[in-house]
């Protein structure tokens, strides 16, 4: 099928060809293990560091701030083990969003079988996470607090600084620490991070959100953050992430870094209205549809709405057989047949959060997609609609 249209840059994006020029020599020319002390291995070595301040740039970190992993999984697997075991003996307690990726979720239900207790926090029909409902969450047990920077399926940006806040005011007289982890995969190099703005002591990215390679993301750790290493076996990462580096990867993810560091105020020009319009377009051109997130405070290129009597995988597939690739959700479970658990969370009954559909915008996407996506997916819905018993007037 020679004319495509993608619409699902949130699950992830293309490889910059400047990206991949950058990466290219790393694989068969200059191959050294970046840990030998021969000329081959410096000169990989000196290529990590040059791609570690790149991408602490791009969050307004410190070089020695930045950890390479294998992605954002592993970064927010890093950071709530991390912190988990080693202020173990300060606290047990973890408190999370209700909206938080599955990275994040899965890893505090692994802590809890293990004796860590863990407080899920609500969020309201916006998908919002309240700095007074974390803040009331909060025991004298407390470690760790994660809440993601924006939402990848409905788009929600969190009051990070506000949760911050209320964080350090909560401790501020009981001489104790309170870690701040915020997973960032959809909003860095998208929005502008300043992480000492923002209040957090631990931050995860992922390189294949943002025009680079996958296989390869980061996990920012403040100065000064107790956190005990989640693999083992070798010093690299100055001894805080065991195993030779991905230096492709690595390089691919620093070049992504900087080119989404000039390259961002443009995009977020150039998609918002285009966003706008879907939005606009979509809730306009079809009954009884329902924006999800709030409609302001959202990625600028986050669009996901409910359809109502019909399901999201069918209007899916109908869309992918003209051409058209979106999604339903996250693309970790795609394959599930369980509704989100994000549309449960800010109060979508089953049968309407069945029937999401989440359309993501990137640099190269156009006017004309956006115009064909409105011409497309009305007649779909009305197809799939009178075959619905559940639509008044459908099939019975």
């Given amino acids: 099928m020679s004319n495509r249209t993608y619409l699902d840059f949130a699950a992830t994006t293309p490889t ?31 290529a990590i560091e040059a791609a570690r301040q790149q991408v602490a740039g791009l969050i307004a970190a410190k070089p020695e701030e930045i ?24 606290g047990n307690h973890i408190i999370c969003s209700a909206i938080e990726h599955h990275a994040v979720l ?28 974390v803040a009331q969450a909060i025991t004298p047990k407390t470690v760790l607090v994660s809440v993601m920077h924006a939402n990848n399926e409905i788009g929600t940006v969190e009051p990070i600084r506000e949760i911050s806040e209320v964080i350090g005011r ?23 991070i300043n992480v000492a703005e923002l209040g957090v002591d631990l931050l995860s ?34 001894n ?48 009884d549809v329902r924006l999800n997130g709030h409609a302001s405070v959202r990625l600028p290129n986050n669009v996901n709405v409910s359809v ?30 369980d509704p989100s658990h994000v549309l449960l969370a800010i109060g979508l009954p089953h049968e309407i959060a069945h029937g999401s559909l989440r359309f993501t915008l990137g640099k190269q996407t156009t006017e004309a997609e956006i115009d064909l996506v409105l011409e497309k997916l009305p007649p779909i819905v009305d197809k799939l609609r009178r075959m619905s018993p559940l639509y008044p007037g459908g099939k019975k």
């Fill in 16 to 46: 910059d060809p400047s990206v991949l020029a950058a990466m290219l020599p790393y694989f068969s020319e200059k191959y050294g293990n970046p840990s030998s002390i021969h000329s081959f291995g410096q000169e990989t070595r000196a």
């Fill in 240 to 287: 805080r992430r065991a195993s030779t580096e991905n230096v492709p990867g690595i390089v691919g993810f620093g070049a992504a870094a900087d080119l989404a560091a000039q390259t961002m105020a443009e995009e977020n020009a150039k998609l918002l209205p285009l966003r706008d319009k879907l939005i606009k377009g979509l809730t306009t051109l079809i009954p």
């Fill in 170 to 192: 909560r401790t501020k007289d009981e001489g104790r620490k309170i870690y701040f982890h915020t997973d960032a995969v959809q909003t860095a190099g998208h929005l502008p």
């Fill in 106 to 133: 899965h890893c505090a239900e692994f802590l809890k079988k293990r004796g860590f207790a863990v407080t899920v926090v609500p969020v309201d029909q916006d998908g919002l996470v309240s700095p007074e409902a």
């Fill in 308 to 337: 109502k009597f019909i399901e999201g995988e069918s209007m899916l597939l109908n869309l992918d057989m003209l051409g058209i690739a979106a999604s339903s959700g996250s693309a970790c479970t795609s394959g599930s047949l």
């Fill in 67 to 90: 950890v390479f992993t294998s992605g954002g999984t592993e970064a927010d697997n890093q950071a709530l083990e991390g912190i988990a075991w080693a202020n173990e003996k300060n």
């Fill in 205 to 238: 990215i992922s390189a294949h959100k943002l025009y680079g390679p996958k296989g390869i993301g980061a996990l920012y750790i403040k100065k000064g953050t107790r956190l005990t290493p989640f693999l083992h076996g070798g010093g690299q990462e100055n």
